[in-house]
T-cell receptor, first 113, second 116 residues
Framework: AQSVTQPDIHITVSEGASLELRCNYSYGATPYLFWYVQSPGQGLQLLLK??????LVQGIKGFEAEFKRSQSSFNLRKPSVHWSDAAEYFCAVGVEGTYKYIFGTGTRLKVLA | NAGVTQTPKFRVLKTGQSMTLLCAQDMNHEYMYWYRQDPGMGLRLIHYSVGEGTTAKGEVPDGYNVSRLKKQNFLLGLESAAPSQTSVYFC???????????????FGPGTRLTVL
């Protein structure tokens, strides 16, 4: 069965430091991959997505992610974190030929001033 | 262009009461979804719809019913609420992809439901 793993439940970084959030998936074919961000009390907003092509994907708010097929990973990165990036981040996998996503359990990011 | 809207935003029910959550989207999307979000469990799919008049069960459908009489609306019903249904409920919509599958899902702001 398909699954998505976000191994880090909480991450704390200092403002200005770099960030990497991990996402691993279990899926046979090439998946559709997404990263969403959820601010407190809000819905989910798409940061970036990968369907095919260049494995390094640029998103909004200065985020990027890299698809590594050999590692079944789609890690999210940002070179310099801002206090406003404090939120919960979800990785999701779209299953080709179906209409569903599978979501990871999320990583909550805290940013220290 | 409002995107995806949900009503109500908050609701408190007593065990056994019923209610309907309304989701509306103005993007002409074919697919619509209902999720529940619980701490430490991410988002779990309750029901979804791939078009007007069609619905299908997701991962956690028990205790919920849905209807999609109009393309832009997707209703989630709780016939007899239970404390285990205390959660935050999110609606989402997406367009279809030509080779099959769903494109980006756009989410509503959520409904926080408490069942006492």
């Amino acid at each position: 069965a398909q699954s998505v793993t976000q191994p880090d439940i909480h991450i704390t970084v200092s403002e200005g430091a770099s960030l990497e959030l991990r996402c691993n998936y279990s899926y046979g074919a090439t998946p559709y991959l997404f990263w969403y961000v959820q601010s407190p009390g809000q819905g989910l907003q798409l940061l970036l997505k990968y369907f095919s092509g260049d494995t390094l994907v640029q998103g909004i708010k200065g985020f990027e992610a890299e698809f590594k097929r050999s590692q079944s990973s789609f890690n999210l990165r940002k070179p310099s974190v801002h206090w406003s990036d404090a939120a919960e981040y979800f990785c999701a996998v779209g299953v080709e030929g179906t209409y569903k996503y599978i979501f990871g359990t999320g990583t909550r990011l805290k940013v220290l001033a | 262009n409002a995107g995806v809207t949900q009503t109500p935003k908050f609701r408190v029910l007593k065990t056994g009461q019923s209610m309907t959550l309304l989701c509306a989207q103005d993007m002409n999307h074919e697919y619509m979804y209902w999720y529940r979000q619980d701490p430490g469990m991410g988002l779990r799919l309750i029901h979804y719809s791939v078009g007007e008049g069609t619905t299908a069960k997701g991962e956690v459908p028990d205790g919920y019913n849905v209807s999609r009489l109009k393309k832009q609306n997707f209703l989630l019903g709780l016939e007899s609420a239970a404390p285990s249904q205390t959660s935050v409920y999110f609606c989402a919509s997406s367009r279809a992809l030509a080779p099959g599958g769903a494109d980006t899902q756009y989410f509503g702001p959520g409904t926080r439901l408490t069942v006492l």
